[in-house]
């Protein structure tokens, strides 16, 4: 009984690391725009794996809820707009692929947003894709930062990561369309 007691105690776990990781974002970008790369290196390293660990605990723990799958790509976006963000303000990213960046999520978000009010509560469930997304996401912009911080990994793996955030930006963002389009269509058809 003891032990079921502690299990519900620490629900809320997954929900604070997101919300921290989202508190995390200030300092991230205040060091970025300082040029002081190697604390902003560790905090996006720190968000990263809190990404992983939020996410860890709510599926081995069951310890989901609507307002954690809310909160978690919420937290992700908001981490890596504002990073991208910040690089591109310091001419460290090209702006167009900020740009990339900026609309893929503006899209997946106003298209929730409208599902929501439209269609019905949105169940976030990040397509295999959308993951993929992320990963090649974080790499880059680890990259990026790496390279004012130690000058590695050679430019050639930032331009191949960059490439990949284009890519998977634009893929990922029509995957999210043409499902969450169907799922509209199957929910409006009687």
Not at 46 to 63: E, M, N
Not at 111 to 131: D, F, N, Q, R
Request: aromatic content about 14%; hydrophobic content about 60%; charged content about 10%.
């Amino acid at each position: 009984m003891a032990a079921s007691a502690q299990h519900i105690r620490l629900a809320w776990l997954p929900n604070f690391i997101c919300i921290v990781r989202m508190i995390l974002v200030i300092p991230v970008i205040w060091f970025l725009v300082r040029a002081e790369y190697q604390i902003a290196l560790v905090l996006v390293l720190i968000a990263g794996i809190s990404d992983w660990f939020d996410g860890f605990l709510a599926r081995r723990f069951g310890w989901t809820s609507r307002i954690g799958g809310l909160l978690d790509p919420l937290a992700d976006k908001l981490l890596f707009v504002s990073v991208f963000a910040a690089l591109a303000w310091s001419g460290l990213v090209p702006g167009w692929l900020f740009a990339i960046v900026l609309l893929r999520d503006l899209v997946i978000v106003s298209g929730a947003i409208a599902y929501e009010y439209l269609i019905g509560p949105v169940e976030p469930s990040p397509s295999t894709v959308g993951k993929l997304n992320t990963v090649i996401a974080l790499l880059y912009l680890f990259f990026v930062i790496a390279w004012q911080v130690w000058g590695w990994p050679p430019a050639i793996s930032i331009t191949v990561a960059g490439a990949g955030v284009f890519v998977v930006s634009l893929v990922s963002g029509l995957d999210y369309v043409l499902t969450w389009s169907r799922f509209a269509r199957q929910e409006r058809t009687p």
